[in-house]
């Protein structure tokens, strides 16, 4: 396919653009959306071909008889989804749709993957153009009640918080005075700004914009002297800055969030299959199980060991999958850590601190189910 294509099913509200067979996403929307414009609707096309008995199939099954996992993402945000210019999509999302993949499959290319904004990727998610949502908008009663979609679990607990350069000399926002602060206009960011600020009798000074995309090119300009946004942005943020490590993020977070998984409601089957990849994932690092070692595992005596990797129980074979999914998992994508470090750690230039996403066991707030 030469030409490119774009997915926008409702007026622009989801964009997802692909060139020459492979998926292309830029965090720089606008000219994502000036190519989303310029093309036809592809996978809603497809889904509207397959009709409403489809969405409505197990979805194990219909995933095995395409012969492939359809998964997407809510924005191409750095570390959570980018692509490479050889075409390559890397990230925390990315390689938790490759996790899914290999449970399914036991292969993790065995995939297509798309990067999505705007309310539509919940009607997609719905009538069965897409199997799984790695990171939808942060849950929330609304979205976990209110359109046919269920959340699984947490896979990242995010939180509004601040950016700022080290030369402003504060490590924490307790300290924040007399700063003027970039923050997105008209929604609860900008309510939360106002709270922290008040209860603290600190001064600041708001420097408001439409949309997020207009905080990194402000704060880059030097028009305020911090940015209050979700942490998940503000780590993008940060990492697109020429010098990522004169920059840092608070530790405090004045709102919280999280985001995980997202499946359609109504098939029980398919949710224990993505949350239990989600689960193995982070049971194998609190085991020390990971990508490198697990081989050197199947002689192993520790008993919550033997069934996370399936040499003991029978547990794949009630939602379908085989006993050793897990370790088909780990040995694709690595654990928990793994992912995180891949996408987040020393090796992007910006290295993002585990801090709530760490393990319970290491003072974070990371946990999930034993195997047993």
Not at 227 to 256: D, F, N, Q, Y
Not at 273 to 284: N, S
Request: aromatic letters at 10%.
């Amino acid at each position: 396919m030469n030409s490119a294509e774009a997915l926008d099913p409702q007026a622009g509200h989801a964009r997802m653009a692909w060139r020459g067979g492979r998926e292309l996403a830029s965090t720089n929307r606008p000219a994502w959306a000036s190519l989303a414009r310029k093309a036809m609707l592809t996978l809603v096309a497809a889904a509207t071909l397959l009709g409403a008995g489809a969405a409505r199939a197990q979805t194990l099954e219909t995933v095995r008889e395409r012969g492939y996992l359809i998964c997407a993402t809510t924005d191409a945000l750095s570390g959570f989804a980018q692509m490479s210019p050889e075409g390559q999509w890397s990230g925390f999302d990315y390689d938790f749709c490759r996790a899914v993949a290999t449970a399914v499959f036991g292969d993790p290319e065995k995939l297509r993957f798309y990067a999505l904004s705007g309310a539509a990727r919940f009607a997609l998610l719905a009538n069965g153009a897409i199997d799984v949502m790695a990171r939808n908008g942060v849950w929330t009663m609304r979205r976990d009640t209110a359109y046919g979609a269920a959340y699984v679990g947490t896979s990242f607990f995010d939180g509004q918080s601040f950016l700022v350069p080290q030369s402003l000399g504060v490590v924490s926002a307790y300290e924040l005075d007399g700063v003027s602060v970039c923050v997105v206009d008209g929604g609860e960011e900008i309510a939360k700004l106002r709270e922290f600020f008040f209860s603290n009798q600190a001064a600041y000074r708001e420097v408001r914009y439409e949309d997020r995309e207009d905080l990194s090119v402000a704060y880059r300009s030097g028009l305020c002297d911090a940015v209050s946004a979700p942490a998940s942005w503000l780590h993008a943020i940060r990492r697109g800055l020429p010098e990522p490590a004169t920059h840092r993020i608070l530790p405090e977070r004045i709102a919280k969030g999280a985001f995980g998984p997202v499946v359609r409601e109504g098939d029980a089957q398919w949710f224990d299959i993505v949350k239990w990849t989600l689960y193995g994932l982070i049971d194998a690092e609190e085991a020390g199980v990971t990508s490198l070692n697990i081989d050197s595992l199947s002689a192993a005596k520790t008993q919550s060991i033997r069934r996370l990797l399936g040499l003991e129980g029978d547990f794949g074979p009630s939602m379908g999958l085989e006993r050793t999914f897990i370790a088909n998992v780990i040995r694709a994508v690595g654990n928990y850590g793994e992912i995180f470090e891949r996408s987040f750690g020393a090796s992007t230039g910006a290295a993002v601190l585990r801090g709530q996403n760490a393990l319970w066991t290491n003072g974070g707030q990371l946990y999930a189910p034993p195997v047993r």
